[in-house]
Each structure stands twice: as structure tokens, then as C-alpha cells.
């Protein structure tokens, strides 16, 4: 069983950056992703960043690619989200996962098995 619990979120004004962590308790098996999701209010939740646990693999929607980088380090068990030049509409509730091993779709949140309670991000506009 894995556990994640986000951290980091908070209000930023638009241009300014935010780093999110994850801290994972529990095995996360080494050929497993980690990813990020959103969820903005009315609007279903989505990926944004993935990362592969067994090599050096991020994946990006096109919404945060050049802006978010994701990490893992494995030695602490937790995937940051680092985010710059945010912009009002990456406005939403932000969520961490993690598969139980190979996926096929990296920003499926159907490939991912376990969830935090996720962290709130605010750029007004």
C-alpha cells in the first residue's frame, strides 16, 4: 500500500513560481510513474507532469510543458512539482499518484492506483 500527501501549494501572484512536494510512505516500485493532476472547478481533472521511477522519462501536457518540471528523488520516496510563470489558469486543486507498475497512457489518471488528498493552487487573475 502507498500513501502521498502533498505539500506547497498556496496563493502566487501570475509570473511568480511554486514548488509542490509529495511524500510517498510505502513501497513505490522502481518501474512505476509518478505523476501530477489537476483539477480545476467544473472541469474534470487532468495530467499535466508524469515521471518514470526505473530512468530519466518526464512527460508533459502541452498546457504546462517549458513552465513545470517534475522529479523524483528516490532516496526521500518524493516527486516534486516545480512550477514557473504561473498563469490564472493554472488555478485548480493539485493532486500527486502513483501507478503500481507500466502504463500505458503516462497522463491517464485511470493508469494510477494511488492518490493524495491534494494541494490547492491560486494565481488570481
Known amino acids: 500500500q502507498v500513501q502521498l500527501e502533498e505539500s506547497g501549494g498556496g496563493s502566487v501572484q501570475a509570473g511568480g513560481s511554486l514548488n509542490l512536494s509529495c511524500a510517498a510512505s510505502?513501497?513505490?516500485?522502481?518501474?512505476?510513474?509518478l505523476g501530477w493532476f489537476r483539477q480545476a472547478p467544473g472541469k474534470e481533472r487532468a495530467g499535466i507532469a508524469a515521471?518514470?521511477?526505473?530512468?530519466?522519462?518526464?512527460y508533459y501536457s502541452d498546457s504546462v510543458k517549458g513552465r513545470f518540471t517534475i522529479s523524483h528523488d528516490s532516496a526521500k520516496n518524493t516527486v516534486a512539482l516545480q512550477m514557473n510563470n504561473l498563469k490564472p489558469e493554472d488555478t485548480a486543486m493539485y493532486y500527486c499518484?502513483?501507478?503500481?507498475?507500466?502504463?500505458?497512457?503516462?497522463?491517464?489518471?485511470?493508469?494510477?492506483?494511488?492518490w493524495g488528498q491534494g494541494t490547492q493552487v491560486t494565481v488570481p487573475s
Open positions: 499518484a502513483a501507478s503500481r507498475g507500466m502504463v500505458g497512457e503516462m497522463l491517464s489518471e485511470y493508469e494510477y492506483a494511488y
Open positions: 510505502g513501497n513505490i516500485l522502481r518501474g512505476s510513474y
Open positions: 515521471i518514470f521511477t526505473g530512468g530519466p522519462f518526464t
